[in-house]
């Protein structure tokens, strides 16, 4: 398996333009998260989707921030507009208990958005 | 809601000696306790995890042991090498409606010197 695949790897944008992440959980797997790493709040969940239903979207920011899964097998986290202090790494990860037996979870290499 | 506190934010350590890093969790319901590996530019991937049924699990190097009484569980690395250094975070898995969530520590960032 290719393991979860997100692009782009890098996005330089400036500020009020919007940007779009994706995300390809590993096939099967029927969770996927989306986090945010810094290096002052660390590693933060954003939401997350179960069969490609938001369970939990209580760590998204603002309104800003949207995340969609169109299908089980893509996912698109969106912020528009963007701002500066939105410059993060930005994870997927993709889970399935019945598989594993366990919430382990296998992150993505992540996406460095950088917003001037 | 859950809530893990990890520590230390820093450890630096000789290659060949040990190294440990400590979590607590607040949740005493929480039933999975895995540990993440995070190498420069990569993803987190799991090294190594634990279910509360148990109070210990080894694999060659790397041990975890979970106190549940006490609500903490500990990452120890024996023979560390150079390769080992990298960000280490902590996580738990809180049970109920929302499922298959892992919360995790602040992380630890561990400098092994060669």
């Known amino acids: 398996d290719a393991g979860v695949i997100q692009s782009p790897r890098h996005e330089v944008t400036e500020m009020g333009q919007e940007v779009t992440l994706r995300c390809k959980p590993i096939?099967?797997?029927?969770?996927l998260f989306w986090y945010r790493q810094t290096m002052m709040r660390g590693l933060e969940l954003l939401i997350y989707?179960?069969?490609?239903?938001?369970?939990?979207d209580s760590g998204m920011p603002e309104d800003r921030f949207s995340a969609k899964m169109p299908n089980a097998s893509f996912s698109t986290l969106k912020i528009q507009p963007s701002e500066p202090r939105d410059s993060a790494v930005y994870f997927c990860a993709s889970s399935s208990y019945s598989r594993t037996g366990n919430n382990e979870q296998f992150f993505g290499p992540g996406t460095r958005l950088t917003v001037l | 809601g859950e809530n893990v506190e990890q520590h230390p934010s820093t450890l630096s350590v000789q290659e060949g000696d040990s190294a440990v890093i400590k979590c607590t969790y607040s949740?005493?319901?929480?039933?999975?306790f895995p540990w993440y590996k995070q190498e420069l530019g990569k993803g987190p991937q799991l090294i190594i995890d634990i279910r509360s049924n148990v109070g210990e699990k080894k694999d060659q190097r790397i041990a975890v042991t979970l106190n549940k009484t006490a609500k903490h569980f500990s990452l120890h690395i024996t023979e560390t090498q150079p390769e080992d250094s990298a960000v280490y975070f902590c996580a738990a898995s809180p049970p109920g409606e929302y499922g298959n969530k892992l919360v995790f520590g602040a992380g630890t960032i561990l400098r092994v010197k060669s």
């Open positions: 949740d005493s319901a929480s039933n999975y």
């Open positions: 989707f179960n069969n490609n239903v938001p369970i939990d």
């Open positions: 096939s099967g797997h029927d969770y």
